[in-house]
Each structure stands twice: as structure tokens, then as C-alpha cells.
């Protein structure tokens, strides 16, 4: 959802059960909020700079012990509180799921007259109040190397590197590390540097990990690497390629439904042939302990509890993962209020797969926002661009030894020296520039909306905000209460007005629209170019055909899902026949 959203949020939620992400990545944004809660403990807050050893590190440690403080102390206050209507041991109890043990539990103690009975029921809830857990994520393209005073990398000392070290010494239990964009080698390999990624004598983990991914094959591969270093993966976490929160990683039009199901199938051929790597990572007289099931998780446009519920019970997802509809939740997410009110308002034209990251991964983007304004103000005044102050995302060398950022005055200037001087048409240099000048200075956009709500300065004279929500967000258009929120996803309430496209529809039309582009930009006379353009094309038209036959076995019964899915099919038709026309 973006670094600041939920830099925070499981202070604000965990102690109600709900499990969420802090992205680390942003050491200075960690910086301001241990000072931020270090003050409103009335404790004192100690610094950590750049001066010192490892600096990026000790601040996530410090601060996720902080946040880790910061719940259990929150945890005990829902245990002790009184059952009331209005009371955060009541709200806990009042959001679980109707299918939950533990609800079932709650109901029977309300039904309870006999004060002995009730007292001891009564009991047994309180000790039954557990946290969410406090997950972290670490993008693992974000991994610059940082520099000695010789000017030499410092060993370990990368951004991503630094930020696994910080997770890995704090004191968080029963946690997960989520890693998102892809294998890092380097990044992947320094894991087996911590004792806290293996298991104990039972099989469990104190710090276990998640990957995320975009389809089978990119789960095998990356669990085979680290299986053979010794380090087990215990969720897969599938994400929509286009139909989800901030960067889109997209298919070769591979759709979620068809991924899901072969998920479904090979699950336990992934188990087997996962654990059979790991434990021959180890010394053969190393004995080890039964390994956990690998979880399989999926995310991306969820949008009601029908579609929730199908991801579970007939695609087998052991969880499933709801983003960007939280941002409209004040009491989960960090939103400032003239953000807030833009998402509220949005619709799907306002929602789009930009160009907007310095990265070159394209990125779902709300338009309209302040981040886009500041881009456009500079851009009028003949100085495209912004300054980089935080650096995290200087990735390119085209003009540079040293790496800078695509979204930089620096970079903007010589790459449209290069546009205008090229041999392209005036069309093409007019297309080539607006691409260039979409590149936003993410960094501190998406850090801004916690510096504005917690009242402090993050960059000066650059407060501007960036948010990047899924697609599914054009549907959401209140401000809604975690109760509310819940209520929705486990089908107590529906707050979705009007015509919403089911989340399997909703991700074609996303490849359709991405279909169209790759039309454009394809050369149909270069062989290789041609033929990925048309095995993008069979497998949107397989995964169509499968989503047919979930219509016809009444696995998805609703007659608009095939209406829906007929007229996809007539748009992907009329694309590959204006190729063939060209």
C-alpha cells in the first residue's frame, strides 16, 4: 500500500487479532517514528545517525521492538478491559469470523445466566485474546550498496541487506518476513547468517518466511534456491500481477484463477520436493524435526466475501490477504485527510498502471493526488523532476557511474538531451518524453501521509503525497470503521454500492487494457516479439476457457461473471485481429 500507510498500523491493530505488513525499507521514515513514539511515551529518545556502524539496522531493530512493546502493552489492556458494548474486548471478540471456535465461543458466553459459569467462560476468553502477528516486508529490488569513506561498498552494509539484519535482531516472535519483487541472491544467501530463520526442536519459527509471488513456477524457483541453503519457506504469498496495490508485476497473461488452481494441485509435490532439499542442506547426522506445511496465500482485488470465500474453500488458500480497501479505514491505516478524500471519490479512470516508479516496474497509482501536482509544477517551470533526497531507488547507470534515479532533475535532463537529439520522429520523442516525465520521486511521496497526520517534517519543501491502491479500491467510496471493514469481508454487511466486476473479471479487463499496449509496442515483423504477443494471447484466451468451465460447474454461479466474461472475450478478439490487420 505504500511505506507510511501501515509504517505503524499494528499498534493500531494487532491487539484485535489482525495480522499486518510494516514495510522497513525506509530508514529515515523509521527514524521519525521512533522519535514520534519515544515522545508519546514521555520516554527519552536517543538518535541513531549515520555516523554509526550499521545505523540502518539498529534503527528497525529499535523501532520494531518498539512496536512490538507497543502491542503487547495494548494486548493486556484488551484482556483486562470489561465486557461492554463499547469496549476493545468486545470489538475483538465482535470482528472474528461466525465460523471462528472462539466466536462461537464469545456467543455462548453471552447466552450464559449462570454467574459461575459465565465467570469461567468468562476466563478462558481473556486467555484466549492473542495479537496479529507483526509481519514485515523487505521489496528485495531496493538493495543499493552503501559506501565506506574509500568509497567501497560496505560489506553486508546494502540497503536490503541492512534491513534483513534489523528485522532478523529484533525481538519479534512468531513473525514473518515477507519478500516481494523477485529473488536477490545476495540478499536471499545472507539469511543463513541468523539462527532466528531456523527452527526449533518442534519444527516451529520464530521468524518465518513468506515470498511473494506471481505464479507456480517463480515459487519453485525461488523455494529450491533457498531450500538448498537451508532456509525453509512457509507461505507463498500469490499476488494478481495487475490487480493489486503499487508495483504490478505483470504475467505473461497467466490469470489468477488458473495460478490458484495449479497451486492447488502441485501443493504437495511443492512440499515434498521443498523438504527434501532442505534437509539435505543439512549434515546427514543433524536430525530434522517435522517441518511445518507450506501455506499457500492470495491477494489482490478481493472485494467480497464471496470471492473470499471461493479463494478458500475451492481454490484451498489457506489465507487470504485484503489491501487497499484499508486505506479508507482511519483506526488501521496512516491517510491524511485530503488523500482520504481523494480516494474516497475515485474511480476506476482515476486508478491506472502508471509509469510513475523511478524502478521501470509499472505502478497502480491514484491520479490527482499532491505527488502528482508537485511532478507537474516542476514540470511547467522547465525543471523536470525532483531533488532525491532519500536515494533508496537510484538504480540507473545510462548516463552515470554511480547510480541515480530515473525521477531526478539529474537524470530527467540528460535522458531528454538524449530523446531530443535522437533519430526518433517528433511523435516518438513527444511519447518518449511523457514517459520520462511521469517518473514521481516515490521515496518521500509515499512517506508524507504519516508525517502529516503525525505532525512532523519528513523532507522540506517536499510534503507532497503519493498513494498507490489496487484497482479494487473504485469500489470502496466510504470512510469506514475497522467494524465496518470486517463486517464486509465476513459477510455480516455489504458496503459496495453499485455494479462491482467480479475479481477474476475485474483482472482480464486489466490484461485486456495491457493486451492493447503490448499491440502498440510490439514489432510483429521481429519473430520473437511477434510470438510474445501470442502466447500472451493463448494464455488470456486458456484462462478464459477455464473460467468458463468454474461457470458451467456452478463453481462461480452468478450470470454476470458470464456476460462479463463473453464480452472479454470479443475485446480480445478484436485486439489479435487489428495485430493481424497491421
Known amino acids: 500500500m505504500g511505506i507510511a500507510y501501515t509504517i505503524d498500523t499494528p499498534v493500531k491493530v494487532a491487539h484485535f487479532g489482525i495480522n499486518s505488513s510494516i514495510s522497513i525499507i525506509e530508514d529515515h521514515l523509521i527514524e521519525k517514528m521512533r522519535e514520534y513514539y519515544y515522545k508519546l511515551n514521555n520516554e527519552t529518545f536517543q538518535p541513531i545517525t549515520k555516523k554509526e556502524p550499521n545505523f540502518r539496522a539498529k534503527r528497525i531493530t529499535d523501532y520494531l521492538n518498539l512496536i512490538s512493546e507497543e502491542v503487547k502493552k495494548k494486548v493486556e489492556e484488551v484482556k483486562t478491559a470489561a465486557f461492554s458494548g463499547t469496549s476493545e474486548i468486545t470489538k475483538y471478540f465482535e470482528m472474528l469470523p461466525e465460523v471462528s471456535e472462539l466466536k462461537q465461543k464469545y456467543l455462548k458466553f453471552l447466552q450464559l445466566n449462570d454467574s459461575s459459569e459465565k465467570e469461567n467462560l468468562e476466563s478462558e476468553l481473556r486467555e484466549e485474546v492473542k495479537p496479529g502477528a507483526i509481519e514485515v516486508n523487505i521489496m528485495t529490488k531496493i538493495d543499493n550498496d552503501q559506501l565506506d569513506e574509500n568509497k567501497e561498498p560496505v560489506e553486508n552494509g546494502s540497503d536490503a541487506l541492512q534491513a534483513l539484519k534489523g528485522y532478523a535482531e529484533s525481538d519479534l516472535e512468531n513473525s514473518t518476513l515477507v519478500f516481494s519483487a523477485g529473488m536477490n541472491p545476495r540478499l536471499f544467501n545472507y539469511l543463513s547468517s541468523f539462527k532466528t530463520f531456523s527452527p526449533d526442536k518442534n519444527g516451529n519459527f520464530q521468524k518465518a518466511i513468506a515470498i511473494k509471488v506471481s505464479d507456480y513456477r517463480s515459487a519453485l524457483i525461488q523455494g529450491k534456491y533457498l531450500a538448498k541453503r537451508g532456509i525453509w519457506v512457509s507461505e507463498f504469498r500469490i499476488e494478481s500481477g495487475l490487480n493489486c496495490g503499487g508495483h504490478a508485476f505483470a504475467t505473461d497473461g497467466y490469470l489468477l484463477g488458473p495460478i490458484m488452481e495449479e497451486f492447488k494441485q502441485k501443493k504437495d509435490e511443492l512440499q515434498s520436493e521443498l523438504s527434501s532439499l532442505y534437509r539435505s542442506a543439512f549434515a546427514e547426522e543433524t536430525k530434522i524435526s517435522a517441518l511445518p506445511e507450506i501455506k499457500i496465500t492470495v491477494q489482490g482485488g478481493i472485494g467480497t466475501f464471496e470471492e473470499d470465500t471461493l479463494l478458500k474453500d475451492y481454490f484451498q488458500a489457506d489465507a487470504t490477504g485484503w489491501g487497499s480497501p484499508f486505506l479508507l479505514c482511519p483506526e488501521a491505516t496512516n491517510v491524511d485527510k485530503e488523500t482520504l478524500e481523494k480516494l474516497q471519490k475515485s474511480k476506476e479512470k482515476d486508478i491506472i498502471l502508471s509509469h510513475s516508479s523511478p524502478l521501470g516496474v509499472r505502478f497502480n497509482y491514484l491520479r490527482g493526488a499532491s505527488g502528482e501536482e508537485f511532478r507537474i509544477k516542476n514540470l511547467l517551470r522547465n525543471k523536470p523532476g525532483s531533488s532525491c533526497p532519500e536515494k533508496l531507488l537510484e538504480s540507473n ?62 523532507v522540506k519543501k517536499m510534503d507532497f503525497v503519493t498513494v498507490c491502491p489496487g484497482p479494487n479500491l473504485a469500489y470502496f467510496d466510504g470512510e469506514y470503521s475497522l467494524q465496518e471493514l470486517t463486517d464486509h469481508i ?6 459496495l454500492n453499485g455494479y462491482r ?81 497491421a
Open 501 to 581: 466486476p467480479h475479481m477474476f473479471i475485474k483482472e482480464l479487463q486489466l490484461y485486456i487494457d495491457y493486451l492493447a499496449e503490448l499491440k502498440e509496442s510490439t514489432d510483429f515483423s521481429n519473430k520473437r516479439e511477434a510470438k510474445k504477443f501470442t502466447r500472451f494471447t493463448q494464455n488470456l484466451e486458456e484462462g478464459i476457457t477455464y473460467y468458463k468451465n468454474l461457470f458451467c460447474g456452478r463453481v462461480i454461479k452468478e450470470e454476470q461473471f458470464l456476460t462479463d466474461l463473453l464480452v472479454c472475450e470479443s475485446q480480445i478478439l478484436e485486439i489479435t485481429h487489428q495485430a493481424e490487420v
Open 490 to 495: 465476513y459477510g455480516r454487511k455489504n458496503v
Open 397 to 458: 547507470t545510462e548516463f552515470t557511474e554511480k547510480p541515480i534515479c530515473t525521477a531526478s532533475h539529474k537524470y530527467q535532463k540528460l535522458k531528454l538531451k538524449q530523446i531530443q537529439q535522437s533519430g526518433l520522429s517528433n511523435e516518438e520523442k513527444a511519447k518518449e518524453a511523457e514517459k520520462l516525465f511521469q517518473k514521481e520521486c516515490l521515496c518521500t511521496g509515499l512517506c508524507n501521509s504519516a508525517a502529516k497526520n503525525y505532525n512532523f517534517s519528513f
